[in-house]
């Protein structure tokens, strides 16, 4: 079965102190690694696909890296309006054919002006 | 972009009443929809894999009598909560899966907060 871990559960940062969130995965085959943002009482706001270990994206502030068995969400020098939950989701080989993915339980993000 | 919107952004009801929401891709077409649960402060939960033109797949544990799906075009999927109880509140987002494209990304909804009294 297919697991994320997405740690720390959360963090607060002072505005424009530069840190990571880290999720890690279990699965049989990877597909695809997903960065999602979510405010409150809002869907999430699709960020960033990884496929591949070594394969970096960035926008803006953050920028997503992935190896074989975690990824990287780096904000760097970050803003109020950057606080959000930050989800890490993954799709695998074992749910090829019907989408599905399995989601971690985010990473709180709060940053103090 | 890939916007994906649903209707009701929120909803009241009394129990034992149905409640439907829709979910509607904007500017894509999907044949693939999704809906998903999320309780207070934590993760999203798949409910069910929406699929224009057949049935819905569901997830474990959740009664397809109860959340009935319906994905009659390539734009729009409906999530009906029939004979509703408290226990029923939620937060429910669907998403959509671009059609024709490479990737495996999923675009989300903006959510419809159900209280049921």
């Known amino acids: 079965e297919d697991q994320v871990t997405q740690s720390p559960e959360a963090l607060r940062l002072q505005e424009g102190e530069s840190s990571s969130l880290n999720c890690s995965y279990t699965?049989?085959?990877?597909?695809?690694l997903f960065w999602y943002r979510q405010d409150p009482g809002k869907g999430p706001e699709f960020l960033f696909t990884?496929?591949?270990a070594g394969e970096e994206k960035e926008k803006e502030r953050l920028k997503a890296t992935l190896t074989k068995k975690e990824s990287f969400l780096h904000i760097t020098a970050p803003k109020p309006e950057d606080s959000a939950t930050y989800l890490c989701?993954?799709?695998?080989?074992?749910?090829?054919?019907?989408?599905?993915?399995?989601f971690g339980t985010g990473t709180r993000l709060t940053i103090i002006p | 972009g890939a916007v994906v919107s649903q209707h009701p952004s929120w909803v009241i009801c009394k129990s034992g009443t149905s409640v439907k929401i829709e979910c509607r891709s904007l500017?894509?077409?999907?044949?693939?929809m999704f809906w998903y649960r999320q309780f207070p402060k934590q993760s999203l939960m798949l409910m069910a894999t929406?699929?224009?033109?057949?049935?819905?797949?569901?997830e474990q544990g959740v009664e397809k009598d109860k959340f009935l799906i319906n994905h009659a075009s390539l734009t729009l999927s409906t999530l009906t909560v029939t004979s509703a109880h408290p226990e029923d509140s939620s937060f429910y987002i669907c998403?959509?899966?671009?059609?024709?494209?490479?990737?495996?990304?999923?675009?989300f909804g903006p959510g419809t907060r159900l209280t049921v009294l």
């Open positions: 500017d894509f077409q999907a044949t693939t």
């Open positions: 699965v049989s085959g990877l597909r695809g």
């Open positions: 989701a993954v799709h695998s080989v074992a749910n090829f054919g019907n989408e599905k993915l399995t």
């Open positions: 990884l496929y591949s």
């Open positions: 998403s959509a899966k671009r059609q024709g494209r490479g990737t495996d990304t999923q675009y």
């Open positions: 929406s699929n224009e033109g057949s049935k819905a797949t569901y």
